[in-house]
């Protein structure tokens, strides 16, 4: 069983950085890929960045492209998401998934972490 735990979210002023983990357990992910979604209140859950673990390919949402880098860690079985100029449109619970393409799409991950909190004040 694959279990993903995320960890790093907090407040933070607009214009701040914050760095999200996401460890992950249970199985050898060198075949995975490991993205980052976000949902923020009101919302539909939405795609922010994935990371192919074993080509290191990576994709972004646009709205997040020059901000946010996603990154891993092949010795912790960790994927980072750095996250830099901060803005209050960014506040959202943030979510780590793994699944077995690189692809923006939600369904397509398999498994899901609970979440972390990440609000950005104006």
């Known amino acids: 069983q694959v279990q993903l735990v995320e960890s790093g979210g907090g407040l933070v002023q607009a214009g701040g950085s914050l760095r999200l983990s996401c460890a992950a357990s249970?199985?050898?992910?060198?075949?995975?890929?490991m993205g980052w979604f976000r949902q923020a209140p009101g919302k539909e859950r939405e795609f922010v960045a994935t990371?192919?673990?074993?080509?290191?390919?990576?994709v972004y949402a646009d709205s997040v492209k020059g901000r946010f880098t996603i990154s891993k860690d092949n010795a912790k079985n960790t994927v980072l998401l750095q996250m830099n100029s901060l803005k209050p449109e960014d506040t959202a619970v943030y979510y780590c998934?793994?699944?077995?393409?690189?692809?923006?799409?939600?369904?397509?991950?398999?498994?899901w972490g609970p979440g972390t909190q990440v609000t950005v004040s104006s």
């Open positions: 998934a793994a699944g077995g393409i690189v692809t923006t799409r939600l369904p397509l991950y398999d498994y």
């Open positions: 249970g199985r050898t992910f060198s075949s995975y890929v």
């Open positions: 990371i192919s673990w074993s080509s290191g390919r990576t």
